[in-house]
Nanobody, 113 residues
Framework: QVQLVESGGGLVQPGGSLRLSCAASGSAFSLYEMDWYRQAPGQQREFVAFISRSGRTNYADSGQGRFTISRDNAKNTVYLEMSSLKPEDTAVYYC???????WGKGTLVTVSL
Protein backbone atom coordinates (compact mmCIF):
# COMPACT_ATOMS: atom_id res chain seq x y z
CA GLN A 1 0.00 0.00 0.00
CA VAL A 2 1.26 3.45 -0.95
CA GLN A 3 -0.01 6.67 0.57
CA LEU A 4 0.22 9.84 -1.48
CA VAL A 5 -0.19 13.31 0.00
CA GLU A 6 -0.46 16.33 -2.26
CA SER A 7 0.28 19.89 -1.21
CA GLY A 8 0.92 23.31 -2.72
CA GLY A 9 -2.49 24.17 -4.09
CA GLY A 10 -4.16 27.50 -3.54
CA LEU A 11 -5.53 30.63 -5.12
CA VAL A 12 -3.43 32.25 -7.83
CA GLN A 13 -4.10 34.99 -10.33
CA PRO A 14 -4.14 34.29 -14.07
CA GLY A 15 -0.59 34.25 -15.37
CA GLY A 16 0.78 33.16 -12.03
CA SER A 17 2.69 30.06 -10.98
CA LEU A 18 2.37 27.27 -8.45
CA ARG A 19 4.39 24.22 -7.53
CA LEU A 20 2.51 21.16 -6.38
CA SER A 21 4.20 18.42 -4.39
CA CYS A 22 3.22 14.82 -3.79
CA ALA A 23 4.93 12.90 -1.01
CA ALA A 24 4.77 9.12 -1.17
CA SER A 25 5.15 6.63 1.64
CA GLY A 26 7.29 3.54 1.53
CA SER A 27 10.66 2.61 0.15
CA ALA A 28 9.71 1.70 -3.40
CA PHE A 29 9.04 5.18 -4.75
CA SER A 30 11.95 5.07 -7.18
CA LEU A 31 10.38 2.02 -8.83
CA TYR A 32 7.09 3.78 -9.55
CA GLU A 33 6.11 5.74 -12.57
CA MET A 34 4.01 8.71 -11.49
CA ASP A 35 1.19 10.80 -12.94
CA TRP A 36 -0.65 13.97 -12.17
CA TYR A 37 -4.34 14.18 -13.01
CA ARG A 38 -6.88 16.91 -12.42
CA GLN A 39 -10.63 17.20 -12.10
CA ALA A 40 -12.46 20.45 -12.68
CA PRO A 41 -15.95 21.04 -11.26
CA GLY A 42 -18.49 19.06 -13.24
CA GLN A 43 -15.80 17.48 -15.40
CA GLN A 44 -14.18 14.06 -15.62
CA ARG A 45 -10.74 13.49 -14.20
CA GLU A 46 -8.12 14.09 -16.87
CA PHE A 47 -4.45 13.31 -17.37
CA VAL A 48 -2.00 16.16 -16.85
CA ALA A 49 1.55 14.79 -16.81
CA PHE A 50 3.62 11.62 -16.47
CA ILE A 51 7.14 10.85 -15.35
CA SER A 52 8.87 7.50 -15.73
CA ARG A 53 11.35 5.88 -13.37
CA SER A 54 14.16 7.25 -15.50
CA GLY A 55 12.71 10.75 -15.71
CA ARG A 56 11.13 10.60 -19.13
CA THR A 57 8.12 12.91 -19.20
CA ASN A 58 4.88 13.28 -21.11
CA TYR A 59 2.24 15.99 -20.96
CA ALA A 60 -1.32 16.61 -21.96
CA ASP A 61 -1.65 19.21 -24.67
CA SER A 62 -3.31 21.56 -22.19
CA GLY A 63 -0.15 21.82 -20.11
CA GLN A 64 2.55 21.45 -22.76
CA GLY A 65 5.07 24.24 -22.39
CA ARG A 66 3.53 25.51 -19.15
CA PHE A 67 3.76 22.54 -16.79
CA THR A 68 6.84 20.63 -15.70
CA ILE A 69 6.76 17.33 -13.84
CA SER A 70 9.82 16.22 -11.90
CA ARG A 71 10.75 13.83 -9.14
CA ASP A 72 13.17 13.58 -6.25
CA ASN A 73 13.58 9.93 -5.35
CA ALA A 74 15.62 10.79 -2.27
CA LYS A 75 12.61 12.67 -0.92
CA ASN A 76 9.96 10.26 -2.25
CA THR A 77 8.35 13.25 -3.91
CA VAL A 78 6.99 14.16 -7.33
CA TYR A 79 6.40 17.76 -8.30
CA LEU A 80 4.26 19.63 -10.79
CA GLU A 81 5.43 23.14 -11.56
CA MET A 82 2.76 25.17 -13.30
CA SER A 83 3.25 28.55 -14.89
CA SER A 84 1.19 30.93 -17.01
CA LEU A 85 -1.85 29.61 -15.22
CA LYS A 86 -5.27 30.14 -16.75
CA PRO A 87 -8.74 30.09 -15.18
CA GLU A 88 -9.38 26.81 -17.01
CA ASP A 89 -6.56 25.23 -14.99
CA THR A 90 -8.80 25.48 -11.92
CA ALA A 91 -9.26 21.94 -10.61
CA VAL A 92 -8.39 19.49 -7.90
CA TYR A 93 -4.99 18.05 -8.79
CA TYR A 94 -4.30 14.42 -7.92
CA CYS A 95 -1.10 12.47 -7.66
CA UNK A 96 -1.22 8.87 -8.92
CA UNK A 97 1.05 5.86 -9.21
CA UNK A 98 0.86 5.09 -12.90
CA UNK A 99 -0.74 1.76 -13.67
CA UNK A 100 -1.85 1.17 -10.10
CA UNK A 101 -4.86 2.22 -8.07
CA UNK A 102 -2.97 4.50 -5.71
CA TRP A 103 -4.29 8.05 -5.58
CA GLY A 104 -3.82 10.98 -3.29
CA LYS A 105 -6.74 12.98 -1.95
CA GLY A 106 -5.92 15.94 -4.14
CA THR A 107 -5.04 19.59 -3.75
CA LEU A 108 -7.24 22.40 -5.04
CA VAL A 109 -5.85 24.93 -7.48
CA THR A 110 -7.99 27.98 -8.16
CA VAL A 111 -6.94 30.44 -10.85
CA SER A 112 -8.92 33.63 -10.49
CA LEU A 113 -8.61 37.38 -10.09
Amino acid sequence: QVQLVESGGGLVQPGGSLRLSCAASGSAFSLYEMDWYRQAPGQQREFVAFISRSGRTNYADSGQGRFTISRDNAKNTVYLEMSSLKPEDTAVYYCHVSGKNYWGKGTLVTVSL
